[in-house]
């Protein structure tokens, strides 16, 4: 397992964590009615910020270039994730304008969110999976110690530049308190 890889790795058990979150909060607005609107603007700002400028961000920035150089073809695995993170940015643009919607009296806009938000999880934990076991191993088994560590390097000047000190952070505040009210284990 290489350093880089296993940065992507860990950040994908905040995703999921923040999925499982997300998913609790369906749950109770199709059982209640309830929506917690200042919930869902930061999970919003977690997905575009940690999730696409940061993470993916790192994968199609650097990682997935490097695996092309390493051999790996653009058009399979690489190109399939790329299709992906389109795919989810359009669902997590879908959220934001539903909660745009909802937060002005559109009650009706709930079941776009909450139906946008099931389709981009069911697509992102798919995604995760494939990455984790199919892309990350290939790339793992190209990489020398060198081009690891010169991912890791770049990961981390991401993060800095994209998200800003501190930043990273605050999403693991912001996790741990959703987790903590949405009672998840």
Do not use: W
Not at 22 to 40: M, Q, V
Not at 103 to 116: E, H, L, Q, R
Not at 122 to 140: A, Q, R, S, T
Not at 141 to 156: A, I, M, N, T
């Amino acid at each position: 397992m290489s350093k880089a890889t296993q940065q992507l790795k860990d950040e994908h058990e905040g995703v999921k964590l923040m999925f499982q979150i997300l998913d609790k909060i369906s749950e109770r607005h199709k059982a209640t009615g309830d929506l917690n609107t200042d919930h869902l603007v930061d999970i919003i700002e977690f997905f575009k910020i940690f999730v696409d400028k940061c993470h993916h961000g790192k994968e199609e920035d650097l990682l997935f270039p490097a695996m092309e150089q390493a051999g790996i073809p653009r058009q399979g695995p690489i190109g399939v994730m790329l299709a992906e993170h389109e795919e989810g940015r359009g669902y997590v643009k879908a959220i934001n304008n539903a909660l745009e919607k909802f937060m002005a009296g559109d009650k009706s806009a709930a079941a776009v969110i909450t139906d946008s938000a099931e389709r981009y999880m069911d697509l992102m934990l798919g995604h995760i999976d494939k990455e984790e076991n199919i892309l990350y191993p290939m790339g793992d088994q190209r990489f020398s110690k060198e081009k690891d560590e010169e991912l890791f390097e770049g990961f981390e000047k991401i993060e800095e530049e994209r998200i800003g000190a501190g930043k990273h952070e605050e999403f693991h505040k912001l996790l741990h308190n959703l987790k903590e009210i949405y009672k998840i284990s």
